[in-house]
């Protein structure tokens, strides 16, 4: 049962993020690049939809390679 809810949401996920490349793709910021530019950006469309989402995961992978920089010295 669980797995199925997984997939679910992974699904409408995805979806989405599909759909807003295709918003992208005709209307949007970067109309005039191509289809998988904006499908690039559908992969990962909360942080292009709310920029502080994005300041948020470039946080956070700047701490883990920092983090994994200098732990893998020792």
């Given at each position: 049962?669980?797995?199925?809810?997984?997939?679910?949401?992974?699904?409408?996920?995805?979806?989405?993020?599909?759909?807003?490349?295709?918003?992208?793709?005709?209307?949007?910021?970067y109309?005039?690049?191509?289809?998988?530019?904006?499908?690039?950006?559908?992969?990962?469309?909360?942080?292009?939809?709310?920029?502080?989402?994005?300041?948020?995961?470039?946080?956070?992978?700047?701490l883990?390679?920092?983090?994994?920089?200098?732990?893998?010295?020792?």
């Amino acid at each position: 049962m669980k797995q199925n809810i997984k997939a679910t949401l992974i699904g409408g996920y995805f979806f989405i993020g599909f759909l807003f490349a295709i918003y992208q793709h005709f209307w949007g910021r970067y109309n005039y690049k191509s289809f998988m530019f904006n499908l690039g950006q559908g992969i990962v469309w909360p942080a292009v939809m709310f920029p502080s989402v994005g300041k948020f995961i470039g946080g956070v992978l700047t701490l883990a390679i920092i983090g994994f920089l200098v732990l893998r010295r020792r």
